[in-house]
């Protein structure tokens, strides 16, 4: 069964700070690895995603994440938090092409709040 | 970037009757539609797959009969929850791929139902 584990329910770091939140899956074959974020009653805007090549991968709003094969992780990062980046963030994960076009399998979710 | 549209953005309605929610892709074809369920705080539950021209399938513990799914056309799929319940109360988001599934799918901005 594919899975993917966000062991954090709950991130809190202050401003300027770096943060990181985890991630990591367990599927069959290959898998593409994607982030989101969730402001409130809102639905959710892509971030990143890591498909093949780099494992270091740029995103949106300054974040990044770097796929590790070994570990099975493919954790979100951030060199300096800003307060507007206090949001839920959810990583997932799909399984590429001879899947079920476009199923994503999500993390349950960690809630990042960034301190003034 | 491609968009998916959601209507309504919020409902109120009583119990026992029934709600249709539409999600739509405003600049590109999708041959399927995701249906998810976002509980307070929680992760998304996939409800059911939409697939144009054909019947959805529906994942395991969700009533069919219950959220009947329409996928009309190539930028529209409707969720209509039949008899709701307060219990049915939750925020519904759509989302939709564009092509491989190697692109980012886009999500809808969500439905907040509320059953009194």
């Known amino acids: 069964a594919q899975s993917v584990a966000q062991p954090e329910d709950q991130v809190n770091v202050a401003e300027g700070n770096p943060l990181t939140v985890k991630c990591t899956y367990s599927?069959?074959?290959?898998?593409?690895l994607f982030w989101y974020v969730q402001y409130p009653n809102r639905g959710l805007q892509f971030l990143l995603k890591?498909?093949?090549?780099?494992?270091l991968v740029k995103g949106s709003y300054g974040f990044e994440a770097e796929f590790n094969k070994s570990q099975t992780s493919f954790h979100l990062k951030k060199p300096s938090a800003l307060v507007s980046d206090s949001a839920l963030y959810f990583c997932?994960?799909?399984?590429?092409?001879?899947?079920?076009?476009?199923?994503?399998?999500f993390g349950r979710g960690t809630q990042l709040t960034v301190w003034p | 970037g491609a968009v998916v549209s959601q209507h309504p953005s919020r409902v109120i309605c009583k119990s026992g009757t029934s709600v249709k929610i539409e999600c739509r892709s405003l600049?590109?074809?999708?041959?399927?539609m995701f249906w998810y369920r976002q509980f307070p705080k929680k992760s998304l539950m996939l409800m059911a797959t939409?697939?144009?021209?054909?019947?959805?399938?529906?994942e395991q513990g969700v009533e069919k009969d219950k959220f009947l799914i329409n996928h009309a056309s190539l930028t529209l799929s409707t969720l209509t929850v039949t008899s709701a319940h307060p219990e049915d109360s939750s925020f519904y988001i759509c989302?939709?791929?564009?092509?491989?599934?190697?692109?980012?799918?886009?999500f809808g901005p969500g439905t907040r139902l509320t059953v009194l």
């Open positions: 989302s939709a791929p564009p092509g491989t599934s190697t692109d980012t799918q886009y």
């Open positions: 599927v069959s074959g290959n898998p593409y």
């Open positions: 890591y498909i093949t090549g780099d494992n």
């Open positions: 997932a994960v799909s399984l590429g092409r001879g899947s079920t076009l476009g199923r994503l399998y």
């Open positions: 600049d590109f074809q999708a041959t399927t």
């Open positions: 939409s697939n144009e021209g054909s019947k959805a399938t529906y």
